[in-house]
């Protein structure tokens, strides 16, 4: 059974730091594409940045410089660090396993405000 736990989201002031981790099992990890994705109320869910097995690495122009995704197949893990929170960047994040069909983890809720 697959499985993807996400997990450090929360509540964080304008300007702050989170670190999402999303920790998968029942797959070989080492060869899936990773991703994060968001989505706030009453929005489309959107892409916020990619990794591949290989560890090249995108981001939407929204998070470029602020975020950084990064794996460590060691422990099955996939992170996106977020810097300088923006009230926009409030939404659910949701982890994404992709190798010709997809696997979804349930979310975790983050909220910038003062």
């Known amino acids: 059974q697959v499985q993807l736990v996400e997990s450090g989201g929360g509540l964080v002031q304008p300007g702050g730091s989170l670190r999402l981790s999303c920790a998968a099992s029942?797959?070989?990890?080492?060869?899936?594409?990773m991703g994060w994705y968001r989505q706030a109320p009453g929005k489309q869910r959107e892409l916020v940045a990619t990794?591949?097995?290989?560890?090249?690495?995108t981001y939407v122009d929204s998070v470029k410089g602020r975020f950084t995704i990064s794996r460590v197949n060691a422990n099955n893990t996939v992170y996106l660090q977020m810097n300088s929170l923006k009230p926009e960047d409030t939404a659910v994040y949701y982890c994404?396993?992709?190798?010709?069909?997809?696997?979804w983890g349930q979310g975790t809720q983050v909220t910038v405000s003062s």
């Open positions: 029942g797959i070989i990890f080492s060869i899936y594409n």
């Open positions: 990794i591949t097995w290989g560890g090249s690495t």
């Open positions: 994404r396993a992709e190798r010709y069909v997809s696997y």
